[in-house]
T-cell receptor, first 111, second 114 residues
Framework: GQNIDQPTEMTATEGAIVQINCTYQ??????LFWYQQHAGEAPTFLSY????GLEEKGRFSSFLSRSKGYSYLLLKELQMKDSASYLC????????????FGSGTKLNVKP | DAGITQSPRHKVTETGTPVTLRCHQT?????MYWYRQDPGHGLRLIHY???????DKGEVSDGYSVSRSKTEDFLLTLESATSSQTSVYFC?????????????FGDGTRLSIL
């Protein structure tokens, strides 16, 4: 694979902030996508990064460092409904048709 | 929500039988994909299509074939199903391969091979 790595599982408390990390090989990088997937459902698109820096969308933000091969998804003011798996996917220049997915991070939000 | 319909949504069948899964889209998108999702492996690409009659292999294509005779339909066939093909199968579509274009997913097909 393309060594897309994410932590397997995380737990956080309602109302808190949580950061989910994703690392990938830097060679040929051409964009990174974050998806949310509730149990038994389809993945849904959350955010996209291709340049260094932070992209903010409401309670969710995504950060990218291309030189470090590193991204994170930041979830603020956690709600119970944020309990889901979060998938990191990377596109590379040598094949624009394909996304390479990490195994996903299961986030458990507790009261 | 993207107009993607997968059928059937659930299927149980026996080893050695042929199985065909259908993905139908109403978005007129050029690119279509079949993934399987298994615990610990995430989403893995089986095959994809970049136009009518244009398909290519993904990373886990052995034992699978695909066909795309019209823009809206992408079929995945297991010629002779094996227990290792028990999985959840997702279809995805994309309007283009411009770097900022995401893939959008169907609701999945849960396939059990006994």
């Amino acid at each position: 694979g393309q060594n897309i790595d994410q932590p397997t599982e995380m737990t956080a408390t309602e109302g808190a902030i949580v950061q989910i990390n994703c690392t990938y090989q830097t060679s040929g990088f051409n964009g990174l996508f974050w998806y949310q997937q509730h149990a038994g459902e389809a993945p849904t698109f959350l955010s996209y990064n291709v340049l260094d820096g932070l992209e903010e969308k409401g309670r969710f933000s995504s950060f990218l460092s291309r030189s470090k091969g590193y991204s994170y998804l930041l979830l603020k003011e956690l709600q119970m409904k944020d309990s889901a798996s979060y998938l990191c996917a990377v596109r590379f220049q040598y094949n624009f048709n394909k996304f390479y997915f990490g195994s996903g991070t299961k986030l458990n939000v507790k009261p | 929500d993207a107009g993607i319909t997968q059928s059937p949504r659930h299927k149980v069948t026996e080893t050695g039988t042929p199985v065909t899964l259908r993905c139908h889209q109403t978005e007129n998108h050029r690119y279509m994909y079949w993934y399987r999702q298994d615990p610990g492996h995430g989403l893995r690409l089986i095959h994809y299509s970049y136009g009518v009659k244009d398909t290519d292999k993904g990373e886990v294509s052995d034992g699978y074939s695909v066909s795309r005779s019209k823009t809206e339909d992408f079929l995945l066939t297991l010629e002779s199903a094996t227990s290792s093909q028990t999985s959840v199968y997702f279809c995805a579509i994309s309007e283009s391969i411009l770097s900022n274009q995401p893939q959008h997913f169907g609701d999945g097909t849960r396939l059990s091979i006994l």
